[in-house]
């Protein structure tokens, strides 16, 4: 069973920058996509990045320009940097791996944009 183990978050005022990463217990292959989603009050989860090998990364449209999704396998780590960030962007941010038809997710980190 993959653990996976996240740091990172805070409070950052609007337009500031914020570093997530999370790291598995396991090696995961790096055909296997890890990824990003996020949950707001009240909001469905959903998904904000996504990398896999040998394809472009996929972004949610919101974050696109201002969000970089990355992953150092050699680390079992995956990254995002958040730039720019807006009062929308405030979440709940949750690692995933989807491995044999398995989510295994993160413990979740709180960012929080302020106006």
């Known amino acids: 069973q993959v653990q996976l183990v996240q740091s990172g978050g805070g409070l950052v005022p609007a337009g500031g920058s914020l570093t997530l990463s999370c790291t598995a217990s396991?090696?995961?292959?790096?055909?296997?996509?890890m990824g990003w989603y996020r949950q707001a009050p009240g909001k469905q989860r959903e998904l904000v990045a996504r990398?896999?090998?040998?394809?472009?990364?996929d972004y949610m449209d919101s974050v696109m320009g201002r969000f970089t999704i990355s992953r150092d396998n050699a680390r079992k780590t995956v990254y995002l940097q958040m730039n720019r960030l807006k009062p929308e962007d405030t979440a709940v941010y949750y690692c995933?791996?989807?491995?044999?038809?398995?989510?295994?997710w993160g413990q979740g980190a709180q960012v929080t944009v302020s106006s």
């Open positions: 990398i896999r090998s040998g394809r472009d990364p």
């Open positions: 995933n791996v989807r491995s044999s038809e398995i989510d295994y």
């Open positions: 396991e090696t995961i292959f790096s055909s296997i996509p």
